[in-house]
């Protein structure tokens, strides 16, 4: 933390002597400021815009001013670029500095400043800073002298600028001036005044709303001047807003598109990729559950508080073969909270079978990926929407929301999740009704010029550096990797329901629930029995005693537990209650020891491109235990394989010795 907090001064590639150091010693300083670890994810955004200029030397730093740090000195280090602390990057002159947040004493940078929004553009109502040191996090920042009383009379830039002065941010949250301001500046109510006129508010001493955050003068003056030279904006719908609400800072505002939406429309194309990465088979639907931080938001407590039922709900009711859950929080939930905490509170859904899509990559690709996002007023939902995917809103605290915000409208418009109904039938209501020109307009709102981010914000960076711009290549933006194959595992016991519909040729239908006591409402029940499987590493050992069926996902050569033939035979000498034992050894293959037998070999058929059955190999299993335990013979499955079906998919599967 030494870099965040302050200490440990660069001394090269800047520094007091580093021309004594460095290498190249000539070059343009472009200074990226971190506020928390979900600016960060914006400026990484724009990061390879810089790539190949010899002319340019990059720096990072971190404003300090953040609750959220946790996570940001292990980000910088894995950008390599150099940190430098906070007081220094204030000390050292820059050619441009970028940050993706209005936290922080930006104003005491010694460089052209550009501000980027982090999301997707300016939505949210949040309290006034009250002193220099912003804090947008919560509104609040240390209380003490104005920056005035304790800035030095000294420009942003290398040279002294008459035109611009640093002085205390505008008001506190609770109406009162910032110290050393009071009484010294006779205009201010005049100001106020009008500041309330632009936000919807009566003058004198009527309450001012609570401003937008990016958006309100309370963030983008200091001193009634902007703070930055470039205010980028990523559609005009911002401008317009901009211009209601502070007209002082339009001259310096921009029109840049959106780097975050264009990464997403360049991935749009590998969507099918994406969703086989996530272990999502033929007929599955993946539900993306996302949350953005605050008490208000669909994982907050501050409203219905509906996490402690919702996750293990969807274990329960969806079954596990015809649905996938994937969750994407913000990443204020993972440092603010701690990524152990975080885990620990989906503990029992990940045991289920939930993917926990990491904060920093894979967010975006699960977005692609999603049949239907079940969200909230985040940045996620909206994207999600804008890319034509279904969504259900489990939490909208409108009233935290500039009314005339396109993420306000999305409000309005998408449906809301009834948390006493069922949700399997919400959400299918939700897809299957959806019509894909749904949420058109809030696309249109995304981007000033889609796909063209990049080509609009070097030109930006580069006018305020003063240097031309590359000529001998394009401006292109990271393309989202592939990320690795993640099949589902649960370790939690399943209910498994089988049905035989026919014996010539053997067809048998499979429901599965990662909730050992749930039993679906059906009007029609006939014919169902049920067992339950359960791995061999669940956390409760004591149920291995009671499993029909014990299943390991492994490689067959793994020296620890394999060869297959050993495992299954030493499963069923330890539990024996037990009827099968299964070994997967493969996305769509697996080893099966009957009691009293042999091992035989289950292998599903490819799709007709030649790509692998996803399906859970152990679905095969419980369907040989339901055969073999309504008085059939292993000798007629063998003969002519079985038919596999789960949802409305079929799976042909041989069975071998």
Request: include cysteine; charged fraction near 25%; proline fraction near 9%.
């Amino acid at each position: 933390m030494a870099r965040v907090t302050g200490e440990d001064r660069l001394r090269v590639p800047v520094g007091d002597d580093a021309e004594r150091w460095t290498t190249r010693g000539r070059l343009r300083k472009v200074l990226f400021v971190v506020h928390n670890v979900t600016s960060a994810t914006r400026l990484l955004d724009v990061l390879p815009l810089f790539d190949d200029d010899t002319r340019l030397q990059l720096l990072a730093t971190c404003t300090g001013s953040s609750p959220f740090l946790a996570g940001v000195p292990e980000l910088m280090a894995a950008a390599g670029l150099p940190v430098l602390p906070w007081e220094q990057a204030k000390a050292t002159p820059v050619d441009l500095a970028i940050s993706a947040s209005y936290g922080g004493e930006l104003p005491l940078l010694r460089g052209k400043l550009a501000i980027l929004s982090h999301g997707v553009g300016y939505n949210k109502r949040l309290a006034t800073p009250d002193t220099g040191h912003r804090t947008p996090d919560t509104g609040h920042g240390a209380r003490g002298a104005s920056a005035a009383a304790v800035m030095p009379a000294v420009s942003r830039g290398s040279a002294p600028d008459p035109e611009r002065g640093y002085a205390a941010c505008p008001q506190s949250p609770d109406g009162l001036e910032s110290a050393g301001r009071g009484s010294a500046n006779p205009a201010r109510p005049a100001f106020e005044d009008a500041r309330r006129r632009r936000n919807g508010a009566a003058p004198g001493n009527a309450p001012a709303p609570t401003p937008v955050f990016g958006l309100a003068p309370d963030w983008l003056l200091h001193d009634g001047r902007p703070i930055a030279d470039a205010t980028v904006l990523s559609h005009p719908e911002q401008l317009e807003r901009l211009r209601a609400a502070c007209p002082e800072a339009v001259p310096t505002a921009v029109l840049a598109g959106d780097p975050c939406f264009d990464r997403i429309l360049d991935a749009l194309p590998y969507r099918e990729r994406f969703r086989r990465a996530l272990g999502v088979a033929v007929g599955q639907r993946l539900i993306v559950v996302n949350s953005t931080w605050s008490p208000g938001s669909l994982f907050g407590d501050g409203g219905g508080d509906l996490l402690p039922s919702l996750l293990p709900r969807l274990a329960a009711e969806l079954p596990a073969d015809e649905y996938r859950v994937a969750t994407v929080l913000h990443p204020n939930i993972w440092h603010g909270h701690g990524p152990g905490q975080v885990r620990a509170w989906l503990d029992r859904a990940r045991r289920a079978g939930l993917v926990l899509v990491p904060p920093l990559e894979g967010w975006r690709q699960a977005l692609i990926a999603a049949d239907c996002v079940l969200g909230d007023h985040g940045s996620v939902t909206y994207y999600a929407a804008a890319i034509g995917t279904p969504v259900l809103l489990g939490a909208f605290p409108d009233a935290a929301l500039d009314p005339d915000s396109p993420v306000a409208a999305l409000g309005r418009a998408a449906p809301r999740l009834r948390p006493y109904d069922g949700l399997r039938a919400q959400l299918d209501h939700v897809v299957d009704r959806h019509e894909p020109g749904r949420y058109r307009e809030f696309a249109a709102q995304v981007s000033s010029d889609p796909g063209g981010s990049a080509r609009l914000l070097r030109r930006v960076f580069y006018e305020l550096i003063g240097i031309p711009e590359p000529t001998d290549r394009p401006a292109l933006l990271d393309r989202l990797p592939l990320p690795a194959f993640e099949p589902a595992t649960r370790t939690a016991p399943v209910r498994v329901l089988t049905r035989l519909l026919g014996a010539d040729p053997p067809e048998i239908a499979v429901v599965r629930h990662a909730e050992g006591t749930y039993e679906p409402e059906s009007d029609d029940d006939f014919g169902w029995d049920a067992h339950t499987t359960v791995h061999e590493d669940t956390r409760d050992a004591g149920r291995l005693g009671i499993a029909d069926v014990i299943v390991r996902y492994g490689c067959a050569d793994d020296p620890r537990v394999g060869p297959p033939e050993a495992w299954t035979e030493e499963v069923l000498a330890r539990h024996p209650g037990c009827a099968l034992a299964v070994y997967v050894t493969g996305v769509d293959r697996c080893a099966v020891r009957v009691r009293g037998g042999g091992v035989v070999w289950l292998s599903a058929a490819a799709g007709s491109d030649g790509r692998p059955d996803l399906c859970d190999p152990a679905v095969y299993a419980s369907a040989l235990h339901a055969w073999l335990a309504s008085g059939k013979s292993l000798a007629e499955v063998a003969a002519s394989g079985v038919t596999v079906v789960t949802g409305g998919v079929r799976h042909g599967v041989r069975v071998r010795d």
